[in-house]
């Protein structure tokens, strides 16, 4: 059974000079396996190499997440504690809620149905955020980076 791999977009948008209170917002489409967790690494390891990163994983369009996902998801965590900083996941899919539940990691993320009250603003393009990038394993993997 083969299945229709759509690959990964991510789009970021971050913290403004004016309003450094505010998260960084990562809006996730597509699938986190295996052939899109080490790009999607990467782009995560950025946004959280500075101290306190707040961010904010917004992951309604994710429509597959493997064991690879999973272990992204707690590297980002990993390293958002170890810098003092705060990581939310959003999610209104019961199925994922279940699949943490089942692994025993549900009480390892805050998790909320919607996105905070927050305003995005793009990343700094210093940052090399804005930067479009196409990473695969395959003609049907793929990581976009907005």
């Known amino acids: 059974m083969s299945r229709n791999r759509t690959g990964l977009a991510v789009t970021t948008a971050g913290r403004s000079p004016d309003e450094p209170d505010q998260p960084t917002v990562v809006a996730l489409r597509g699938e986190i396996d295996l052939g899109t ?3 999607l690494t990467m782009r995560l390891d950025a946004l959280t190499s ?6 904010v994983l917004d992951l309604r369009g994710v429509t597959f ?26 999610s209104d899919s019961a199925r994922f809620r279940g699949m943490l539940r089942l692994v ?26 804005d930067a479009p990038v ?12 907005r």
């Open 65 to 90: 997440i493997d064991c690879a996902g999973l272990g992204v998801l707690c590297r980002v965590r990993n390293r958002v504690e170890a810098r003092a900083g705060r990581l939310r996941l959003v």
């Open 134 to 145: 196409h990473v695969g394993s395959g003609a049907d993997a793929r990581v976009a980076v």
């Open 50 to 55: 500075d101290p306190s990163p707040d961010l």
């Open 104 to 129: 025993d990691l549900d009480e390892a993320f805050e998790i909320a149905a919607g996105l905070p009250d927050v305003t995005s603003r793009p990343v700094d393009g210093d940052s090399g955020a």
């Open 37 to 39: 967790a080490t790009p």
